[in-house]
Nanobody, 128 residues
Framework: QVQLVQSGGDSVQAGGSLTLSCAAS????????MGWFRQVPGRGRDGVAS????????YYANSVKGRFTISQDNAKTTLYLQMNSLKPEDTAMYYC?????????????????????WGQGTQVTVSS
């Protein structure tokens, strides 16, 4: 069983930066993808960024391309999301997620249904 523990998250002004972290433990060596998702009240979880664990290939939602960077440490146990040039529309609860599905295609890696492990969530609030 994989456990994901998040840290980071805060309230910042528009244009500011934040870094979210997610520590993975348990059977982390079986993971294929990890990702970041966000959710606002009344909506489902939207994919923000994902990373293929072995190849380090990354994928981003169009809304965050050029502003957010997903990365993992060399031990592949901690996931990061560096968020720059934050906008008020980035305000949401952010979740890290992981999946052990070996057949997941890259185009599916931003779909929340593909993930079976989730962090506890952390709030990011961006004020104008």
């Amino acid at each position: 069983q994989v456990q994901l523990v998040q840290s980071g998250g805060d309230s910042v002004q528009a244009g500011g930066s934040l870094t979210l972290s997610c520590a993975a433990s348990g059977l982390a060596s079986n993971l294929s993808y990890m990702g970041w998702f966000r959710q606002v009240p009344g909506r489902g979880r939207d994919g923000v960024a994902s990373i293929h664990i072995r190849s380090y290939t990354t994928y981003y939602a169009n809304s965050v391309k050029g502003r957010f960077t997903i990365s993992q440490d060399n031990a592949k146990t901690t996931l990061y999301l560096q968020m720059n040039s934050l906008k008020p529309e980035d305000t949401a609860m952010y979740y890290c997620a992981a999946t052990s599905r070996p057949d997941l295609l890259s185009g599916q890696s931003l779909a929340s249904v593909a993930y079976n492990y989730w962090g506890q969530g952390t709030q990011v609030t961006v004020s104008s």
